[in-house]
Each structure stands twice: as C-alpha cells, then as structure tokens.
C-alpha cells in the first residue's frame, strides 16, 4: 500500500500551544480604546473575557501549556491526518508532491474547536455560566455549542438571519448541543434595535451579530462573550493543527515550500501555518505562506492596514489590521465565514513585514477546484476550504508548467456536508462570480475610526 | 489523559473479510427462482453482478483476502476509533461500561463505503463502465457514487422520491461525486412506469427503485447492479467494522457482554457483530447479540421467516428471510434506511438459530437517546444508528438498575449531519410514534410469493 494518509500518534499530539507574539520581527500594536485613543489593558476585557484568556492575549511566552481537561476532548478526534493528496496529483499530473491536513473530522466538522473547547474551559474555570457569541456560516456556533455542552455551561448564539434562514441544518445542529440560536438583528439588544429601526428588514452581517453579542455579554454578570477568530489567543488555539502537521512531515522526510490556508478572521490559517513561519523567522527554513480570500471580500489584498473596529455598531477596541471597513457589508458568496471585514492582527503585522502573502479568488473556479478535489480525494471541502485548495491547485498547475517539483501543504479546514447548497447553485450555473466594488470598498474606508476622535 | 479513543494502528488494518457462512450451524437456504422454484446458479446472477462478486455471495471460504487496491482506498479512514463513552457513562450514572465503533469518519459519513468501494472495485475489474443503484436516506447512493468516482465508473442512483425532494443536501452530495440521481419512481424503466399508471403521486420505496435499478442493469449491457446490503458479500465486506473492533477489544483487555446494531438490511448489523458471532458459535464467549429495527418496520420482530422478493415489482430472486411482505410500504418516519421490508439472509438464519436477538423501538425515544449522546459524546448520529445508541442506553440502565458491571459494545454506523430534518422535528414535538398496523402486516403477507406456483 501506498503511503497516503500520515498518522500521528496519539501520545505524540501537542502539549502546548506555539504563541508566535514571543517570534514577531515587532510587537503588535496594542489594541486602543476608541474614545481615549489610549491602549486598553485587561481590566478592559474583563467585563465580557476571562482572565485566563485574557493573559493569553497578551502574552509574550513561546510555549503555553494545554491543560490536561482540554486535552482529552481534543483526543476525541485530534491527531487528524495528514494526507499525501496522490489522487489529485494524478488527475492534475504534476510533478507537485501535494499534501492537506484534514481538520474535517471533528464532531463540529471544522477546526473550530480547537480554540471552542479551550475557551468553554477557561470560563468555566473561572465560574462563567453563560456564553454568548455570533456565527456567520455556522461553523463557529456549532463548535462553540458543542464545547459549551462538555462543561455544562448555557450558550446563546446570534445567528446572522440570512444564514438562519438558509442554513437551517447549522441551527438544528446548535440546538442538538443544547444552544439557544437567535437570528441576528435581534430586537433583545440596543445594537439590533437601532439596526432594524434603520432597516427592518435587515439580513443581519456577522459585524452586526459580533455587536449583539458583546452587548450581551457586557450587561449580563454571568455572562461572557466567545469569539472564533482574530484575536490573539484563538490563533494560539488553532496552532495544534500545524505543531501536529510539522510532526507529521518530519515522519515521512519532506517538508513543504508552499502552506496555504484559507482566510476569513484568520484562525485556520494561523494554526496551520504559524509554527511553519517560526521556521522563516528562525531562517531555517523558507516556505513561500499564502493566505486565500475570496474576490468578494479581499481585506489583506485590498485593504488598508488600519486600527478598525471588530464590529459594526462600534463597540469593541480597535485593533489595527488588515481592513475593508467596519461598515462593510459582504455581498452574498459562498464563501462562509471568509466575509468577515477584518483580519487578525497577527496575520496582519506578518502580511505588512511581508512573511506571509495573500491571493483573493472568485467564487466560480474555486467550487470547480472543491469538485475535482472531492472526486480525487473524496471529502467534500467546505466553500471557506475549498479557497484554500483551489490555491494548491493552481500551484500545482504552476509547478507541471514550469516541470519542476513542489511541496505544497493546505489545510482543509472543514467539511461541507452543511454547505452543499452552494455546491448545489454551482451545478445549476447559478453562481455569480461577484467582486467587491472600488465604490463599495472607498465608501467603507470613508468611515474607519480616528482613534481617541471618535468615529 | 484517560483512555478514551481506542486507536488500531494502520498497520493492523484486516487484510481478509469474514465469511460467516463458513460457521453457520447449518447451510443458508438457497435463493430460489420465483418461477421455477429451483435454487438459482451464479449464471441468474450474471447480468446484474460481477463474477467476483457472485463467487463470495456462495463462498463457503471463512476468510477472503481483500485486495490492495481496496485497502489502499479504505486506509483513508480506516482503521476507525473505537471509543469509550465514557462521558455518557457519567451522564447514565451506570456501572456498564459502554463502547461504540465509530463509522461515521468515512468521506460519506457512514460504514456504506466498506462495501461500495470493494463493489466498485469487482465492477471495474470485469471491466464493467456504469453501475445503476437505487438510495432511501441517501447514505448507500453517496457510498456507491464515492466509490465509482474512485474507480472511474459512471454510477446511476435511483432516490425514493419523497427522500428526493426532502433531502436535496444528500442528492447534492451524490452530484459532488459525478453521479446521476433520478427521482423514483420515473418512466425510465417498465418498472417505475407501471407504478406510475397506477399512482401518478407515488412518492416511492426503496423496493420500487431496486426494481428499476435491477431492470437498468439487465437492459443495458455495459451496466451492473449495486446493492447496498442484505446479500452476503455486502455484510462479509462489512465486516472490517467488527475485526477491527475485536483487535480494539483486545488493545484494553475488554470483552463485551452485549454487541448492539441497528438493523435495516442488516449490513452494519452484521459487519459489527459477525467477528464476534464467530466466537458464540465456537463456543469461546457467549455475548448477547441484539439487532434494533424501528416499530414502524419491524420485520426481524414482526415479520414470519419466509420466502420473498428483495423489491417490490418481484424481479429478484426469491430469498429466505424475515420479511414485513415486499408489497410493504414504510410509515414516513425518521429510520433512514431501516425502513426495508425484508432482513439478509444470514442475519435471518441467526436469528431464527437463536444465536441473535431482536428489538424494536418507536421513534421518539430513539432521537431522545441520540440527544444525550450528542451532549455528551459529541458525534449526532444518524437517525438509523440512533436505534443503536438508544438499546445500548437502555441495557446501560437495566445494568445500573441491577447494580452490576455490563459491557456493551455498539457500532454508531453513521453521522446525523443530514439528517438534521429529523432532529428538527424532534425537538419541535412535530415526530409520531407509528408503529406497523396490524391489518397492514395481514395484507402485506398475504402477497407472499409461493415459489414455483406464481405470486
């Protein structure tokens, strides 16, 4: 048999997480506060994170260890394998060696729950008894209800109400973990009032629903708010995907010249790509690091490099990042939770200091590349991964053009077994390849915040 | 870390399927001709199945080695976790220990593929190019379109219609994988067309769409029958699942007193639990062996050990097995594909042996039970594994009310995530318990063939 799938061994799954802040070219900019313009400091964050997040948010320390509690229920499915991708190298008969890792198979079908499981677990250690939080496609709320219901904890999830109506399947699936779903805008927040006072009719944006969700947090004492990307600790989650992929790779001899991760928030591309870039920062190694975003929603190929709020209504501190504007609203693509506004911090200060890079695809090619990878490699991308392969698979093309070997590894970080009526509109010839508008895009910019200005 | 995973390593994957009919305590009852009354040869078989496939459904050898290109495609999710429940153990508050096999991690999503793969793979062989199915729930048609795009082979599902137009996600999935699915009844074939005279409003059945597959593949030359259980080489070729977990046993010092399936057509049922029938028959152990069928279709519990048709126009051989009358038409609940009117043979003969045993269980305690294990062992299963997950809860209870230690052993034979429909109407109080109404039984039996004398 054939050397496919590279299985890591149970007592070799990582023990602690790899924190890239103690490996940055610089220090990120500290998070300010919107009115004062001052940086904000964890007395801040408390009202809505715990304290045991919070230190990992600014923490400088390389290695943080995994708590044994969070450890035996990411063994419930972690390692997940890598696979040597043999099928697709044929079908496309490059020369490329192509490689994925396969975050598909936990109960929640992404890699969200890396960072869900340690989040319920610090707020229930700190004796939390609620947690609120917003989904877009549904990966996020799934993962998060699922990690809320191992530590018995009540969680509320604002549902953007275009995916509450159209992806009923995600809903149901919250509420088999016992979550409560509410489509977002909400009339239970002043942030869904005053947006449906503007307009009733409201499709909700994930902008929108992240506002209900702090708010809710931030007025209810036992309560405390849950996000699923961008910040600092939930890309230290995600890092267990590449410590284990490195592992892996050391296991058959190779290692890769390309990593490619899809990007939305940041959260699956960090986790699979960050321990590789501690190699280019140390210099001992020089992979080529690609983020992926989708054409209609390009905040690290079209944006500026901005402090941004997180939201829409304006209530979180600003972060400086990767940009198209806290008033952007994603027009519909398939693209899941890739149409967020913003870009972690950290994947932004490494895109501007120019050690990783970023390509954005329309939403056509991409469904093209996720069927042909389904029918060589038989799982089904979900439409945020099937960014990423589309990617691989361009880079492969590129290596059979150019004959000459190429070691590719992407993550797939979910599975679209809750997106297969994108797929659906894909055969039907019903997609529309949309971009975002240079009108749209200089309109959203006109409103970025003017720290300690106001808006 | 507790152990919970109990991981094989690849390297221990079987190389060689179980032949039950090597140990029966007597012979199975041969397939007979409807017309002749004459036990059937290989040659009746000839135009709708592969040679190679025919000669396991009459082996009598106990082990068939399975070929490397089969192993080769199964090594991408196999070996699979058997895992320790230990979470419900604690939420049940029960002195059982309880175990399930987790089939759910294939590309499909259920233990179909163990048997699609290696039918596709004979096909492909005999140099076979298109392959025509008939799919209920769904999971069978996924499997075999999954297994003909891995071979190359055009595949052709005909989909019970009400499961059709329920159940787009599933005809996606199947589309996804390059196949062709038909709502059936359709006026393709002679079959679907004298149904459709007589009820233009059909909704369908899976007796109805075997017939049309079957009549598909004895009409076209270049094409073969597939079916996804009940015939003895589809439950050897199950039987992976139970090796696998008897090594997993094995790996902890664990033997289990009970061994629990659910039970449509009988292949996950008896891929789990014919390694372990073996030791019963050889007298090393003497576990409880227990098939779970829905109330709605129960023909394991319900139905007389007789001759009958596999579908519904009569074009099958006849077979010797507990039958509910192949005129049956299922209630429309949440059973997936449990809702067949007959069982396999070998399952049939076991149970009429006394070596197994059978219960039936109406629908709303099962997805009660699937809930609780979704809550705490995290996977949703699917509506037909669900019957499994809710007999292993209530043996975990007697054991708990008894006060003494049980192992029970189940195979969760395929995830939930789409089947969420049902989940949805469970929790809005919307699901019925039906059960198979007497009278209905009465005039479904009454349409019993009598061999060599017509219907």
Known sequence: MEHTCIHLPASEMPRQWYNIQADLPRPLDPPIHPATGQPIGPEDLAPIFPMGLIEQEVSQQRWVDIPDEILTVLARWRPTPLVRARRLEAALDTPARIYYKNESFSPAGSHKPNTAVAQAYYNKREGVRRICTETGAGQWGSALAMACAIFGLDCRVYMVRVSY???????????????????SPTR?????????????????????????????????????????????????????IGLEAKKQFEMVGDYPDVLIGCHGGGSNFAGFTFPF???????????EVIAVEPAASPSLTRGPYAYDFGDTAGMTPLLKMFTLGHGFVPPPVHAGGLRYHGAAPLVSLLKAEGLIDAVAY??????????????????????ESAHAVHCAIEKARQAKAEGREMVIAFNLSGHGLLDLAGYDQHFAGKLEDLEMPEEELKRALAELPKPGGGQ
């Open 165 to 183: 109506e159209q992806k009923p399947y995600r809903r149901v699936l919250m509420n088999c973990y016992g979550a409560e779903v509410l489509p």
């Open 188 to 240: 239970l927040t002043q942030a869904g009032r005053s947006v449906l006072e503007r307009d009733p009719e409201c499709p909700g944006s994930l902008g929108i629903a992240i506002s209900e969700a702090v708010e809710d947090a931030a007025t209810h004492d036992d309560t405390k708010y849950s996000l699923g990307s961008v910040l600092n600790h939930v890309l230290m989650h995600q890092t267990v």
């Open 277 to 287: 870039v501690a190699d280019k920062i140390a210099g001992t190694h020089n992979p």
């Open 362 to 383: 329309p939403q056509t090619p991409v469904f093209e590349s996720a069927v042909l990878f389904a029918r060589t490699e038989l799982w089904i991308p979900a439409p």
